[in-house]
């Protein structure tokens, strides 16, 4: 995949964009905090974060009186960056209330911003859905980038391929041989088509009382799906731009959704890359699971896996224990870390 490269003049621009941005919003920030404090606020409760708009979140109350209500928060500027699925102590006001504390995480995704700052995309999650497609047609090492995340957090990944009845003659073979290099490596991967409705409820068996969140890229009928397991859930489904068969990027921010008989879905925005340049090569390099049994037992210490003699990974791959495509997705990787 290959980096998005901005010219300095153009990531300063963007900077001071952002800090004329941060400005504003401490100034109206700071606004909101002075009438919080003069408003009369209800008992501290716990919730979950359902929704951050930025500005404004929704809350859900997990106790008290109204428990399950939605309820629209300003958070004290005092507590770090909140993300969907967090555990937070927040108070009742009006029209709006307050969230005042953010309870530790069990584990969290993030991913870099076009800036490079590390933002959260979901916490106390279980499982993450990498979601795929025939159309749009899948990015190049995106599928790994995701597997690398989800190892280094401890999530559980799921290969999960939309859109079945798009397969055909053309595409068929080659997104079989996609999904096969993930069968090998023991990732569970499963095929649906939310439009048809095939393979939807093994699906609904894999979230069951689970806290999964639904990533990839945009189009790939993310928040389809959730319409097909949720029908009263009604997001947002946007059309794919008849120029390039791209997605539009129809949700803007992920937010959580219920299952009555027990778990928890989180959808989230599509993204166009996935950058692991926060990562570095030991974190890198375990991300690729099949490649761990093989790591340290190199002819050389500080072998780089590319043309030394003596390389186990590269024996591996002549005894047909790693495919080659992984190999090259890594090196690709590899080329855009920061060290
Ligand atoms: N043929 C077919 N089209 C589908 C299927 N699922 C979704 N689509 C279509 O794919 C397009 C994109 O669906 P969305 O659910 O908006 O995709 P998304 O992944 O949520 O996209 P973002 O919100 O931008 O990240 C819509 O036109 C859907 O109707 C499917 O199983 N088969
Ligand atoms: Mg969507
Ligand atoms: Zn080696």
Same mark, same amino acid.
């Given at each position: 995949?290959?980096?998005?490269?901005?010219?300095? %003049?153009?990531?300063?621009?963007?900077?001071?964009?952002?800090?004329?941005?941060?400005?504003?919003?401490?100034?109206?920030?700071?606004?909101?905090?002075?009438?919080?404090?003069?408003?009369?606020?209800?008992?501290?409760?716990?919730?979950?974060?359902?929704?951050?708009?930025?500005?404004?979140?929704?809350?859900?109350?997990?106790?008290?009186?109204?428990?399950?209500?939605?309820?629209?928060?300003?958070?004290?500027?005092?507590?770090?960056?909140?993300?969907?699925?967090?555990?937070?102590?927040?108070?009742?006001?009006?029209?709006?209330?307050?969230?005042?504390?953010?309870?530790?995480?069990?584990?969290?995704?993030?991913?870099?911003?076009?800036?490079?700052?590390?933002?959260?995309?979901?916490?106390?999650?279980?499982?993450?859905?990498?979601?795929?497609?025939?159309?749009?047609?899948?990015?190049?090492?995106?599928?790994?980038?995701?597997?690398?995340?989800?190892?280094?957090?401890?999530?559980?990944?799921?290969?999960?391929?939309?859109?079945?009845?798009?397969?055909?003659?053309?595409?068929?073979?080659?997104?079989?041989?996609?999904?096969?290099?993930? %069968?090998?490596?023991?990732?569970?991967?499963?095929?649906?088509?939310?439009?048809?409705?095939?393979?939807?409820?093994?699906?609904?068996?894999?979230?069951?009382?689970?806290?999964?969140?639904?990533?990839?890229?945009?189009?790939?009928?993310?928040?389809?799906?959730?319409?097909?397991?949720?029908?009263?859930?009604?997001?947002?489904?946007?059309?794919?731009?008849?120029?390039?068969?791209?997605?539009?990027?129809?949700?803007?921010?992920?937010?959580?959704?219920?299952?009555?008989?027990?778990?928890?879905?989180?959808?989230?925005?599509?993204?166009?890359?996935?950058?692991?340049?926060?990562?570095?090569?030991?974190?890198?390099?375990?991300?690729?699971?099949?490649?761990?049994?093989?790591?340290?037992?190199?002819?050389?210490?500080?072998?780089?896996?590319?043309?030394?003699?003596?390389?186990?990974?590269?024996?591996?791959?002549?005894?047909?224990?790693?495919?080659?495509?992984?190999?090259?997705?890594? %090196?690709?990787?590899?080329?855009?870390?920061?060290?």
């Amino acid at each position: 995949m290959k980096k998005k490269q901005l010219n300095r %003049r153009q990531l300063w621009r963007i900077q001071k964009m952002q800090d004329v941005y941060a400005q504003r919003a401490a100034k109206k920030q700071a606004k909101i905090e002075e009438s919080l404090n003069n408003a009369a606020l209800g008992e501290e409760r716990k919730g979950i974060v359902i929704s951050n708009f930025g500005q404004q979140l929704d809350i859900e109350a997990l106790d008290g009186e109204n428990q399950g209500e939605i309820y629209r928060c300003f958070q004290r500027s005092n507590i770090e960056s909140l993300v969907t699925g967090d555990y937070v102590i927040w108070q009742e006001g009006d029209p709006v209330g307050v969230i005042i504390a953010v309870l530790p995480r069990e584990n969290f995704l993030e991913r870099p911003s076009s800036l490079g700052e590390l933002r959260p995309v979901a916490a106390n999650i279980d499982q993450i859905i990498i979601v795929i497609a025939p159309l749009p047609e899948p990015h190049a090492n995106l599928i790994d980038r995701y597997l690398v995340a989800a190892e280094h957090y401890q999530l559980s990944p799921v290969l999960l391929m939309n859109k079945s009845d798009l397969l055909d003659d053309n595409n068929r073979r080659e997104m079989e041989e996609l999904l096969s290099i993930y %069968r090998d490596i023991d990732y569970p991967v499963l095929c649906v088509s939310s439009k048809t409705g095939a393979g939807m409820e093994e699906l609904k068996t894999l979230l069951d009382d689970k806290t999964s969140v639904f990533v990839g890229q945009s189009g790939v009928g993310k928040s389809a799906m959730i319409n097909r397991l949720l029908p009263a859930a009604n997001t947002q489904v946007g059309a794919l731009s008849e120029a390039r068969d791209k997605g539009r990027h129809t949700t803007t921010s992920a937010r959580l959704y219920h299952f009555t008989e027990g778990g928890d879905l989180i959808d989230s925005p599509g993204i166009r890359e996935f950058h692991l340049e926060h990562l570095d090569k030991e974190t890198l390099l375990n991300g690729f699971l099949e490649f761990r049994p093989f790591l340290g037992h190199c002819k050389f210490r500080d072998c780089q896996h590319d043309k030394e003699p003596g390389c186990r990974l590269k024996q591996a791959i002549e005894d047909h224990q790693i495919n080659p495509l992984r190999m090259n997705s890594f %090196r690709h990787i590899l080329q855009t870390l920061d060290s």
